[in-house]
T-cell receptor
């Protein structure tokens, strides 16, 4: 059973460029969340996608956008990159359970982005 | 802001039980307690979760106090590979995002 996969594993970009990160959820999962983890800090929630729509968004600017495809995979796009966008970007998948009140999220290995 | 507080760091001797505490005094009735760990530069790994009863799986045990204001993750026989940052998270119905705190950096000593 494949877990959450992310690509690429590492990426180097320069300020002002745009980047697209990809995530495939765990088999059977339908919901994808994205997190940003700066060095030495805990992950911070960017947004979550379910049924190809953004369900909730954290405190991130519009430069951060996403997409979910019919096969539940997802992309995170960041425009106009800043030095401060350098971080580990984590994807997590879960299954929207009803009437289950909780959704356990399973994380991928992350994509490490360095902006120069 | 995170709804949990954890000690910044802890040491544990290899082979001994590691007991990691977490305070979540504002937890709501429908919120679960989740534990994850993150080994250097990897994605967080799910360990265990619970609502109000104690839980055990192949990785760890979770003890939740009766008033649910705190919990303890127990690794019964810590190994060097358990060295990681451990995060305690409170999450419930309608709250899709996980709010991570700074976690506890556990170092298992040989």
């Amino acid at each position: 059973d494949a877990g959450v996969t992310q690509s690429p594993t590492h990426l180097i970009k320069t300020r002002g460029q745009q980047v697209t990160l990809r995530c495939s959820p765990k088999s059977g999962h339908d919901t994808v969340s994205w997190y940003q983890q700066a060095l030495g800090q805990g992950p911070q929630f960017i947004f979550q996608y379910y049924e190809e729509e953004e369900r909730q968004r954290g405190n991130f600017p519009d430069r951060f956008s996403g997409h979910q495809f019919p096969n539940y995979s997802s992309e995170l796009n960041v425009n106009a990159l800043l030095l401060g966008d350098s971080a580990l970007y984590l994807c997590a998948s879960s299954l929207l359970g009803f009437p289950s009140p909780q959704e356990t999220q399973y994380f991928g290995p992350g994509t490490r982005l360095l902006v120069l | 802001d995170a709804k949990t507080t954890q000690p910044t760091s802890m040491d544990c001797a290899e082979g001994r039980a590691a007991n990691l505490p977490c305070n979540h005094s504002t937890i709501s009735g429908n919120e679960y307690v989740y534990w994850y760990r993150q080994i250097h530069s990897q994605g967080p790994q799910y360990i265990i979760h619970g609502l109000k009863n104690n839980e055990t799986n192949e990785m760890a045990s979770l003890i939740i106090t009766e008033d649910r204001k705190s919990s303890t993750l127990i690794l019964p026989h810590a190994t060097l590979r358990d060295t990681a940052v451990y995060y305690c998270i409170v999450n419930g119905s309608g709250t899709y995002k996980y709010i991570f705190g700074t976690g506890t950096r556990l170092k298992v000593l040989a």
